[in-house]
């Protein structure tokens, strides 16, 4: 299943300076029924945004209209836990492009490469001046330029490289899951297997 196409990003950011946040705290585990990436986004981080009367918690940030973006910027260790690649799914889903912190879990941030969401890990000071500018002006734009791999805050010019590999990095820039790129190459895989002994 392809995705948008990712190649540079300029948004504002959503801000959840939370560390440790783990895969059944961004969907809880009785949100995992569906088999298909669709309607993930309306339970994400569902325990932290909902009463148990399902009214939204005001004080959590993605029920603050003061925040908005394509951008989510977390705090360090972001997605431990379960490997579940619904979080993703959830990530995605709600409308987040990117996620920014200065850790990630090894499988979460697979799971992200694999269906369009970029993981960006920066240093703790980059991820600090980030919070405080947004803390300061909740319209702070972040860019976040894949090709480059760099990300700027804006308000400032201050500028980090983050490290991406290169296979999912063409991914990205293409909108290809795993399929996507097999299906582009699928003449060349045709010639080379023509040209085999049999």
């Known amino acids: 299943m392809a995705y948008d ?25 009785r949100f995992l029924k569906a088999t298909k990436r669709e309607g993930f986004g309306d339970n994400l981080f569902r325990d932290w945004r909902y ?36 979080a993703a799914w959830a990530v995605y889903d709600y409308g987040f492009r990117a996620v920014v912190s200065s850790f990630f879990a090894d499988i979460f941030k697979g799971n992200c490469l694999n269906i369009g969401v970029l993981p960006v890990q920066i240093s703790p000071e980059f ?9 300061a ?22 500028q980090e490289s983050f490290a991406i590999n290169g296979y999912k ?11 996507d790129y097999l299906q582009d190459m699928k003449e060349e895989i045709k010639a080379f297997a023509d040209k085999l002994p049999y």
């Open 51 to 86: 009463n148990g009367d399902d009214t939204p918690k005001a004080d959590f940030v993605l029920n603050n209209p003061t925040y908005s973006g394509k951008i989510l910027v977390g705090g360090k260790n972001f997605g431990s836990g379960s490997s579940r690649e619904h």
């Open 137 to 158: 002006d909740p319209n702070t734009e972040l860019e976040i330029n894949l090709p480059n791999q760099t990300i700027t805050l804006l308000s400032t010019g201050e």
């Open 127 to 135: 991820l600090s001046n980030i919070f405080k500018a947004i803390e």
């Open 169 to 179: 990095k063409n991914n990205l820039i293409n909108g290809f899951d795993d399929i």
């Open 5 to 29: 196409k990712f190649n540079i990003l300029t948004s504002s950011a959503v801000p959840l300076p939370i560390e440790n946040v783990d895969t059944d705290q961004i969907i809880p585990a």
